[in-house]
């Protein structure tokens, strides 16, 4: 058998352990040779090839990135795209594909399985979280590690100037890394996407937080909006699955509380640092028990699967259940660190 990988999407920490966990297992175990397609969906749309094996796979595992190249490329969108797909794949008699990516990498791979017959299994991307019928996702926990740090960091030149930080992180509709970095590294207030935000109650805790003498932390994710308003957008454009550019909320937002209260405030935008360098023990460990997984799932036929994570263990899950939906911050448990505000 013949086996296509490729990744999709944005980048993320822990895809060339998921690579190299395939490649390991299935050329070792079941005698499997692998092609890597180039940059996410542009790969097998495009022709555009190269050769994995066991050399090329050594030396990969705490690498971030991804050794083949990603993009935000939808064969849907292209002329004669799923057509182009299915002859390139003939070309290099690939007999299955392993797909890595996010709701979007995967909603093609669930529609080009489901429409055409394409052979795929799905592996869960994306530090952001927000896949349904997976625990966590791989990327999301050096995301929050990342952001974290940052906060931590923050924290002491926002006592010294005595001014307020806003800390803008990712996360377009869901807000787990906000959540998450936001309790670990003490902030005093945590907007996410899936409740919109009061500005006059934020600056009531900026101002509370002053007359504790302290200089308050506000992170916010890059999708939060305020009650009645809209996500700031970084311009109009739009990615060939209809997304548009976020940015600018923590530039706003630091501007509204300097306003109003009169306080300096200063915005920190952590962007695609994010994503970037070496990944946690934890997102090598589940990554390559993902490759494990997906390739068992290849050798047993079972297309049309993704592979997910159930408390510890991991198990095959429909892909087009898993890209249904996204998976938001559910509002109790947002509710439980509200404690901690102003």
Same mark, same amino acid.
């Given at each position: 058998?013949?086996v296509?990988?490729?990744t ?9 352990a998921v690579?190299r ?74 007999d ?9 990498t ?6 080009l ?5 394409v ?5 869960p ?8 019928? +997976?625990?966590?996702? #791989?990327?999301?926990?050096t /995301?929050v590690?990342?952001?974290?740090? &940052? %906060? !931590? ?31 670990a ?73 300097e ?7 200063r915005?920190t ?8 360098? +070496?990944?946690?023990? #934890?997102?090598?460990?589940? /990554?390559?028990?993902?490759g494990?997984? &997906? %390739? !068992? ?7 049309g ?13 429909p892909?087009?259940?898993a ?20």
């Amino acid at each position: 058998m013949r086996v296509g990988v490729l990744t999709g999407g944005g980048d993320c920490p822990g895809l060339n352990a998921v690579i190299r966990a395939v490649v390991r297992k299935g050329v070792q175990e079941y005698g499997y040779g692998f092609v890597g397609f180039r940059d996410g969906w542009r790969g097998p749309l495009e022709g555009d090839a190269v050769p994995l094996d066991i050399p090329a796979v050594r030396g990969i595992l705490p690498r971030g990135g991804t050794i083949i190249g990603s993009s935000r490329t939808n064969p849907f969108q292209a002329e004669n795209g799923v057509r182009r797909v299915k002859e390139n794949l003939a070309k290099y008699e690939v007999d299955a594909l392993i797909t890595i990516g996010g709701e979007d990498t995967l909603g093609v791979a669930a529609r080009l399985g489901a429409e055409c017959g394409v052979p795929c299994v799905g592996v869960p991307k994306t530090i952001d979280n927000d896949l349904s019928a +997976t625990d966590y996702t #791989f990327g999301f926990d050096t /995301a929050v590690g990342i952001a974290t740090e &940052a %906060i !931590d960091r923050l924290h002491t030149t926002a006592e010294s100037h005595m001014r307020v930080l806003v800390v803008e992180v990712m996360g377009r509709h869901a807000g787990w890394i906000a959540l998450h970095s936001g309790l670990a590294g003490g902030a005093n207030v945590i907007l996410i996407p899936e409740q919109p935000f009061d500005l006059d109650r934020v600056c009531a805790w900026v101002t509370s937080r002053f007359k504790a003498s302290y200089a308050p932390i506000v992170v916010v994710a890059e999708g939060a909006v305020p009650k009645g308003g809209a996500m700031v957008l970084k311009d109009g454009s739009t990615d060939s699955f209809g997304h548009v550019r976020l940015s600018g909320v923590g530039e706003w937002l630091a501007a509204e509380i300097e306003r109003r209260t009169g306080k300096e405030a200063r915005t920190t935008v952590l962007g695609h640092v994010q994503r970037g360098g +070496t990944p946690s023990a #934890f997102d090598r460990w589940l /990554a390559t028990r993902f490759g494990l997984h &997906a %390739i !068992d799932a290849v050798r047993d036929g079972d297309f049309g699967a993704m592979v997910a994570l159930r408390g510890t263990d991991v198990v095959r899950v429909p892909v087009a259940e898993a890209t249904a939906r996204l998976k938001t911050v559910d509002p109790a448990l947002y509710a439980e660190v509200g404690v901690f505000f102003g």
